[in-house]
């Protein structure tokens, strides 16, 4: 029976689509003010977001480099990686995050900070830094282990199985005793079954259909 429950960040704590709403806004703002730092901004976006798709599901050259998305994405650049590094923290890291309260899933973090009163073992598994984008949503502190795909010891992207191993032994618990809540069954999902974690698609959330889950 599932006892500790591990989630998305992107797409699955926030709606994907807003976000990229309020994104388009701020780049919008950037080229009616610095046009020619935008275009060049925005290469370095485009390539660096590229590299992820490029990398899901593969072995990692070596776990032991820190953001292997953000090394790849220079190479390709023909770019030092801190060259690139404040750009991608910028627009990836850190804009994001004084519009996340306006968008998150209400029930969700409601149920997230219950569960966490109750004493359920909770852990968060990103492909992106999400201290920062948990700690907007007023969700820090809610959790027992935090891992993003790019740090070192994981290194690889969903739906490699390193990462659900990984936030499972750091939970203590089994990775079948692992409910996981995701949006893309084709990352979220293939990679959490693959290791034997129940998968919850984020359009099938309720409080109550969660519980039930941990309950049963």
Known sequence: MPRAVVYDVDGTLYPLW????YMMRELAWRLGHSPFRLLREVRILQV???MLD??????AESSDV???????AARKLNMAPEDIHDIVHEWVAERPLRFLPRIANTKLIETIHMLHDRGTPQGVYSDYPPDGKLAAMGLAGCFQ???WSGQRGVGEFKPSSKGFTEIARLLNVE?????FVGDRASRDGKGAESVGMQFLHIKDFTPQRLCEMLDN
């Open 66 to 72: 820190s953001d292997p998305q953000l090394h790849a």
């Open 48 to 50: 660096y977001r590229s």
């Open 175 to 179: 990775p079948r005793d692992v409910v």
């Open 54 to 59: 490029n990398m899901r599901g593969r072995t």
């Open 145 to 147: 282990a935090v891992i």
């Open 18 to 21: 807003p976000m990229r709403w």
